[in-house]
C-alpha cells in the first residue's frame, strides 16, 4: 500500500511571531504549576504558613504586629483562593477537551467504517415537569453488525434558544437492563455538545460485543429547562425520534404535568403509509399521558409529536 507523503521544503513568508505580555506568561505559569505540582506544593505550604502566622499575630499581637497578621491572612487565603479557581478551571478545561476530541474520533470512525449497530426496539418516557425541567428514561437494544463493537452512541437536543449556563447541570446515566436480580450496573458514558442545543452521548462497552449479539440499555437523562417554553405557554414544542435503520417499533410515552390540557399534532407520519397510534390517557397520579406508538419505521425519518398548551 502506497503512503501520501505531505513535501515539507514549502517556504511560507516568515511571520512575526506574537509578543507574550507578562501577564499572559504569568498565568501560563501559574496554569503549569497548578496542574503538574503535587496535593502540597511549595506555594500551598509558603501560603498556609502566611495563614498561620497572620492568625497568630492577628489573635495575640497588638498594634502594627495584629495590622501585619491581617495582611498575612489575607495574602495567604487569596493565593489559595487563586489556587483554586485556577485548578478547576484548567482541569473543566482539559475535561471539555478530552470529550470533544473523544467524540470527534468516533464520529471519524463512524463516517469511515459506518454505523455498526441497528437499533431494534426503542422506548423513551418522557417526564415534563411544571417548571419546564425534563427528566428521560430512554430503554433500547441495539443489535451488534460487525465482528467487535467497542461503543454506541445517541444524540438528543433541545428546540429553543436555551441559557448555555445550564449545560453543566444536564446529566445522563446509562445502566445495563436488570433482570433476576442481575445488572443495573454502569457503562462508562462520554458527553459532548455538538453545538449550542445538541449533546451526543457515547456509551462505552464493558467488553467488545460479538456480531449479532444484543445489548440493552437504560438511559436517564437531567435535563432543566429542556420545556420551559412550553409549559409557560411562550412557544410549542416539537419531541422527535429518528433512527439510523429500519426499525421494527417505536414508542414515545410523554407524561405532562397535572391540570395540563394540551393540543396535539403528529409530525413525520401519514395515515395509510405508515403504521402508528397516537393516544391520550391519564396515569395514576391524574397527569395527563401521551403514547405514540410506531411500527417499521424507516431509517432517518424523523417521527415525533408537536405539542401547544390549549
Same mark, same amino acid.
Given at each position: 500500500?502506497?503512503?501520501?507523503?505531505?513535501?515539507?521544503?514549502?517556504?511560507?513568508?516568515?511571520?512575526? /511571531?506574537?509578543?507574550?505580555? %507578562? =501577564?499572559? /506568561?504569568?498565568?501560563?505559569?501559574?496554569?503549569?504549576?497548578?496542574?503538574?505540582?503535587?496535593?502540597?506544593?511549595?506555594? !500551598?505550604?509558603?501560603?498556609? +504558613?502566611?495563614?498561620?502566622?497572620?492568625? /497568630?499575630?492577628?489573635?495575640?499581637?497588638?498594634?502594627?504586629?495584629?495590622?501585619?497578621?491581617?495582611?498575612?491572612?489575607?495574602?495567604?487565603?487569596?493565593?489559595?483562593?487563586?489556587?483554586?479557581?485556577?485548578?478547576?478551571?484548567?482541569?473543566?478545561?482539559? @475535561? #471539555?477537551?478530552?470529550?470533544?476530541?473523544?467524540?470527534?474520533?468516533?464520529?471519524?470512525?463512524?463516517?469511515?467504517?459506518?454505523?455498526?449497530?441497528?437499533?431494534?426496539?426503542?422506548?423513551? !418516557?418522557?417526564?415534563?415537569?411544571?417548571?419546564?425541567?425534563?427528566?428521560?428514561?430512554?430503554?433500547?437494544?441495539?443489535?451488534?453488525?460487525?465482528?467487535?463493537?467497542?461503543?454506541?452512541?445517541?444524540?438528543?437536543?433541545?428546540?429553543?434558544?436555551?441559557? *448555555?449556563?445550564? &449545560?453543566?447541570?444536564?446529566?445522563?446515566?446509562? #445502566?445495563?437492563?436488570?433482570?433476576?436480580?442481575?445488572?443495573?450496573?454502569?457503562?462508562?458514558?462520554?458527553?459532548?455538545?455538538?453545538?449550542?442545543?445538541?449533546?451526543?452521548?457515547?456509551?462505552?462497552? @464493558?467488553? %467488545? +460485543?460479538?456480531?449479532?449479539?444484543? *445489548?440493552?440499555?437504560?438511559?436517564?437523562?437531567?435535563?432543566?429547562? &429542556?420545556?420551559?417554553?412550553?409549559? &409557560?405557554?411562550?412557544?410549542?414544542? !416539537?419531541?422527535?425520534?429518528?433512527? =439510523?435503520?429500519?426499525? +421494527?417499533?417505536?414508542?414515545?410515552?410523554?407524561?405532562?404535568?397535572?391540570?395540563?390540557?394540551?393540543? *396535539?399534532?403528529?409530525? =413525520?407520519?401519514?395515515?395509510?403509509?405508515?403504521?402508528?397510534?397516537?393516544?391520550?390517557?391519564?396515569?395514576? /397520579?391524574?397527569? %395527563?399521558?401521551?403514547?405514540?406508538?410506531?411500527?417499521?419505521?424507516?431509517?432517518?425519518?424523523?417521527?415525533?409529536? &408537536?405539542?401547544? *398548551?390549549?
Amino acid at each position: 500500500m502506497g503512503v501520501a507523503r505531505a513535501r515539507l521544503d514549502v517556504q511560507e513568508p516568515a511571520r512575526r /511571531a506574537r509578543r507574550r505580555t %507578562p =501577564g499572559s /506568561a504569568i498565568g501560563s505559569r501559574w496554569r503549569d504549576y497548578v496542574v503538574h505540582s503535587g496535593v502540597l506544593g511549595p506555594v !500551598e505550604v509558603v501560603a498556609a +504558613a502566611l495563614l498561620v502566622g497572620g492568625v /497568630a499575630l492577628a489573635g495575640f499581637g497588638s498594634g502594627y504586629p495584629r495590622t501585619a497578621g491581617l495582611g498575612l491572612v489575607a495574602g495567604g487565603a487569596a493565593v489559595l483562593l487563586a489556587l483554586l479557581v485556577l485548578n478547576r478551571v484548567e482541569w473543566r478545561r482539559r @475535561d #471539555r477537551s478530552g470529550r470533544e476530541l473523544l467524540l470527534r474520533y468516533g464520529d471519524a470512525l463512524e463516517k469511515r467504517h459506518g454505523r455498526k449497530w441497528a437499533v431494534r426496539d426503542w422506548l423513551q !418516557e418522557v417526564d415534563i415537569k411544571s417548571n419546564g425541567d425534563v427528566r428521560q428514561r430512554i430503554a433500547f437494544t441495539i443489535v451488534v453488525c460487525c465482528d467487535e463493537l467497542d461503543f454506541c452512541s445517541f444524540t438528543d437536543r433541545v428546540n429553543w434558544d436555551w441559557p *448555555v449556563r445550564l &449545560k453543566r447541570r444536564v446529566r445522563v446515566k446509562v #445502566r445495563s437492563v436488570e433482570v433476576g436480580g442481575e445488572g443495573g450496573t454502569r457503562f462508562g458514558v462520554s458527553a459532548a455538545w455538538l453545538d449550542h442545543q445538541r449533546l451526543k452521548t457515547m456509551i462505552h462497552l @464493558d467488553e %467488545p +460485543a460479538p456480531r449479532d449479539a444484543e *445489548v440493552s440499555f437504560v438511559v436517564d437523562v437531567d435535563w432543566p429547562a &429542556k420545556c420551559a417554553p412550553f409549559v &409557560k405557554g411562550y412557544l410549542p414544542d !416539537e419531541l422527535l425520534v429518528s433512527f =439510523g435503520n429500519t426499525i +421494527a417499533c417505536a414508542r414515545y410515552v410523554i407524561t405532562l404535568p397535572a391540570g395540563y390540557h394540551v393540543r *396535539v399534532d403528529k409530525l =413525520g407520519l401519514v395515515p395509510g403509509r405508515d403504521v402508528y397510534e397516537l393516544t391520550q390517557s391519564v396515569n395514576d /397520579a391524574g397527569r %395527563p399521558r401521551l403514547t405514540l406508538v410506531v411500527r417499521d419505521l424507516p431509517a432517518y425519518r424523523k417521527v415525533g409529536v &408537536k405539542l401547544d *398548551v390549549a
